[in-house]
């Protein structure tokens, strides 16, 4: 069973920036589109952005302009730079394949706030 481990969430001011990371326990996850999702509190998950196999990327409307999503194969992880932060981007952040195939992991803590 494939592990998805997210880590660098935190506080930021608004405008500020994060960069989150998700390692995957098995080379397989690079066979899929890889996703990053968001749950805020009494939201349903959502997906903010995807990429490829070859690197072709999607943003939902609300991030796009303003998060970068990025993969390295090689190391099974993706990545998911955040700029100009907004406390509507707070949220616990997932990252899975897209569409969903594995276990959630347990997800990172971001929290934009003054």
């Known amino acids: 069973q494939v592990q998805l481990v997210e880590s660098g969430g935190g506080l930021v001011q608004p405008g500020g920036s994060l960069r989150l990371s998700c390692a995957a326990t098995?080379?397989?996850?690079?066979?899929?589109?890889m996703g990053w999702y968001r749950q805020a509190p009494g939201k349903q998950r959502e997906l903010v952005a995807r990429v490829t196999t070859v690197g072709n990327t999607m943003y939902a409307d609300s991030v796009k302009g303003r998060f970068t999503i990025s993969r390295d194969t090689a190391k099974n992880t993706v990545y998911l730079q955040m700029n100009s932060l907004k406390p509507e981007d707070t949220a616990v952040y997932y990252c899975?394949?897209?569409?969903?195939?594995?276990?959630w992991g347990q997800g990172t803590q971001v929290t934009v706030s003054s």
């Open positions: 098995s080379s397989t996850s690079g066979f899929y589109t």
């Open positions: 899975n394949t897209a569409p969903v195939r594995y276990t």
